[in-house]
């Protein structure tokens, strides 16, 4: 069966440029999940949508970075004008659902790997 | 404010070595400790989700627990395939996203 994909798996950029990260969650999935993981450290939570809905957007490190699920599948991870400080892991993860205590796990894409120089 | 952390930061076994891997959380109301698996240049994979305190959940030579303020992951007889970063992340009450620690680097030799 299909898993969440991420495209690009890698991608450099010069210090500056605008990227677009796509993520394609397990299908019939409700909720969507971005996290930033440095090297050495464990995922750190930027935003999440259920749907097409963004629900919370309070870790996205600034105005920078932007999320968008349109149709509540497929989603992208946008940053304008990339900073050194951006480079990192950025992983995408979806659920079934969100409450209760079943079908909540949260199941993750291999990441795409952004160098900035 | 929602905390967790993981000891030890790295953990060396010889095979078939059994050891235990610790997170300890600090969290305003738990709503499920989830254990991950992540192997280098891959996203983390799924193990367990724990609910509440006394709860154990069991796959091949995994185990993981729960008490109110720490999570286990016990590894009995490893072998080397089970090498790889152990993630522990809480689900706070309102909250559907996921607090990470900082993981656990196990490395398994023959």
């Known amino acids: 069966g299909a898993g969440v994909s991420q495209s690009p798996r890698y991608k450099v950029a010069k210090r500056g440029q605008d990227v677009a990260l796509r993520c394609d969650p397990i299908?019939?999935?409700?909720?969507l999940f971005w996290y930033q993981q440095a090297l050495g450290q464990g995922p750190e939570f930027l935003t999440y949508f259920q749907n097409e809905a963004q629900l919370d957007k309070s870790g996205l490190p600034s105005d920078r970075f932007f999320a968008e699920r349109p149709e509540g599948s497929v989603s992208t991870l946008k940053i304008q004008r990339t900073q050194q400080e951006d480079s990192a892991v950025y992983l995408c993860?979806?659920?079934?659902?969100?409450?209760?205590?079943?079908?909540?796990?949260?199941?993750f894409g291999p990441g795409t790997r952004l160098t900035v120089l | 404010e929602d905390q967790v952390t993981q000891s030890p930061e790295a953990l060396r076994l010889q095979e078939g070595e059994s050891s235990s891997l610790n997170c300890s959380y600090t969290v305003s109301g738990l709503r499920g400790l989830f254990w991950y698996r992540q192997d280098p240049g891959k996203g983390p994979e799924f193990l367990f989700t724990l609910y509440s305190a006394g709860e154990e959940k069991e796959k091949e030579r995994l185990k993981a627990t729960l008490t109110k303020k720490e999570s286990f992951l016990h590894i009995t007889a490893p072998k080397p395939e089970d090498s790889a970063t152990y993630l522990c992340?809480?689900?706070?009450?309102?909250?559907?996203?996921?607090?990470f620690g900082a993981g656990t680097r196990l490395a398994v030799h023959p």
């Open positions: 992340a809480v689900r706070t009450g309102g909250y559907n996203k996921l607090i």
């Open positions: 993860a979806s659920s079934l659902r969100l409450s209760g205590t079943s079908g909540n796990e949260q199941f």
């Open positions: 299908s019939g999935h409700v909720s």
